[in-house]
């Protein structure tokens, strides 16, 4: 299949990707040595293990699968045209063990012991238990109109009323992504799946890898509002059966400096996996035909 590379659905792509989230090596010589590094970072694995499962980090890789949707926008298509074939392809690329695997290795080299301990310590409190099972039931819901319908309603409710409940979950928004890497990442996984997209001969470019980042970059403010209110539509869902003082104290936890370090990291590798997955499928795609006349 060869299209040309059309200018609508980047925009859309990148919201849709940007609301569904919220994104290697070893060398021993000796044997003994070689032993003992392989039982050190088995229990280092263990670790790690627990660690996604406590914080819920597993399931928000899981459901990076859901954004796969976006894919065919960011190439004027949608899913459907490929009919039932889209859902085996996205399967075959999409494989949780293999996003799985790909996060413990990244995090098994950066993460330090201290901040896992930290998030630990937080998500397996009592409070960060019902956290973590709200937003893994937010992270899997797949009706993303119904949600969204649902998250725009609460913040308008919330505001027609005097309350600081606003206030608290743009706290929360603003701590989880200290570094502001989403509109960054969200280039970053347009430009990696059209250039993969590019060379496997899905559709036709003809600007090289400069131009394409700064055609994506146009409309930047636009994209960063849609964004922001994406997120507080997002979190008014996730959070809508927590009090208000159960919001803040989330939020005080998220500014805290350990766990901003750990949430930088958490989004770094979460892109970092998605943008691996969507070169993949931009591979995968070559081997497709649309399933009916575009």
Not at 14 to 26: E, G, H
Not at 74 to 97: C, H, K, N, P
Not at 136 to 142: G, R
Not at 172 to 184: E, N, Q, Y
Request: net charge negative; hydrophobic share 45%.
């Amino acid at each position: 299949m060869t299209e040309q590379l059309p200018n609508l659905g980047f925009k859309q792509a990148a919201r849709n990707c940007m609301y569904r989230l919220r994104s290697l090596t070893f060398a021993v010589t000796l044997l003994p040595v070689l032993l003992f590094a392989h039982l050190a970072h088995a229990a280092d694995r263990e670790r790690l293990e627990a660690f996604l499962e406590v914080t819920g980090f597993d399931v928000a890789l899981e459901s990076i699968k859901l954004s796969a949707s976006s894919a065919p926008n960011m190439i004027g298509l949608e899913a459907e045209a490929f009919g039932s074939e889209w859902t085996r392809l996205t399967q075959d690329v999409f494989v949780v063990d293999v996003m799985h695997d790909l996060a413990l290795d990244i995090l098994g080299e950066t993460l330090s012991d201290d901040l896992l301990d930290h998030a630990t310590d937080f998500y397996a409190g009592d409070l960060g238990k019902r956290l973590v099972v709200a937003e893994n039931d937010s992270h899997l819901e797949e009706d993303e109109d119904l949600k969204r319908e649902m998250g725009d309603a609460i913040v308008s409710g919330l505001q027609t009323i005097e309350g600081p409940r606003l206030t608290y979950l743009n706290r929360l928004i603003t701590a989880s992504d200290s570094a502001d890497t989403g509109i960054r990442a969200i280039r970053e996984v347009q430009v990696r799946f059209l250039m993969a997209a590019a060379g496997a001969g899905v559709i036709e470019m003809q600007m090289e890898e400069p131009d394409l980042r700064e055609a994506l970059s146009e409309g930047e403010d636009e994209l960063r509002e849609n964004i922001a209110v994406s997120a507080l539509s997002g979190a008014a869902f996730t959070y809508q059966s927590f009090s208000d003082e159960e919001v803040l104290e989330y939020a005080k936890a998220l500014e805290d400096k350990n766990m901003k370090q750990v949430y930088d990291l958490m989004n770094a590798v979460q892109y970092e996996i998605m943008a691996n997955r969507f070169e993949a499928l931009a591979v995968a795609m070559s081997r497709l035909q649309p399933s009916q006349e575009l």
